[in-house]
């Protein structure tokens, strides 16, 4: 997990959009950042990556994503 998350942050450092094989990456790295396991607990980055792994057909991606809308506070 620890290096899916060093590869997937080299690209959004250099400003280039990550494209992991499959959308279960994404999922990962969205629940990684909701969760703050291995990274600062960020719910923005944890949608951004959720909405990538929805992108790519991920139903725990669209899932989560869904559920994180949810329990957003306006």
Known sequence: MKSC????????????????????????LGRAYQTGKGVKKDLAQAEYWYRKSAAGGDARGRKALEELEQRRVW
């Open 5 to 28: 998350l060093v590869v997937l942050g080299l690209f959004v450092a250099l400003g280039q959009d990550a494209a992991p094989v499959t959308a279960v990456e994404p999922y990962r």
